[in-house]
């Protein structure tokens, strides 16, 4: 199995940090075109990018302002084994955060294209977070 994780540290508390990632209409500012889901161990979120892209994930943890985890339960057949997570350090001056997506059945194209999105996505969450930079869906990665 294969993983992705980056680190990036946020000038924002943790409690700002876990609302831009489990919040559909803060989620949508960074990451899917739409979402839905409660930040609830077990509930479902819906990540809808495109109609070929309509992904689900279920909830296996979540700690408000600490950490917030995802097992993918309908994904293209790459993502399907996968889990990400968002575990939130807090520290002086704002929030490490420790980034992950586990799971990767095989290091080819879709999980290299994967990691180089996650690093353009996080630093999209990093400017939503700090600046209220919102980037239009159709110029993320």
Known sequence: MHSIYHD?????????????ITTPSELNNWWPLRSSGQADVGEEYNFYFTPEYD????VTKSEAGRAFHVKMTRADEDWMPTSFGFDLEEMQ??????FWHTGWPACNHHFKRSSYCWAILLKGLK???????????EERE
């Open 55 to 58: 992904w689900y994930g279920k």
């Open 127 to 137: 400017d939503y977070v700090e600046k209220g930079v919102i980037v239009p869906f």
């Open 8 to 20: 990036l540290f946020i000038e924002a508390s943790g409690e700002a940090i876990f609302r831009a």
């Open 93 to 98: 001056g704002g929030t490490q955060v420790h």
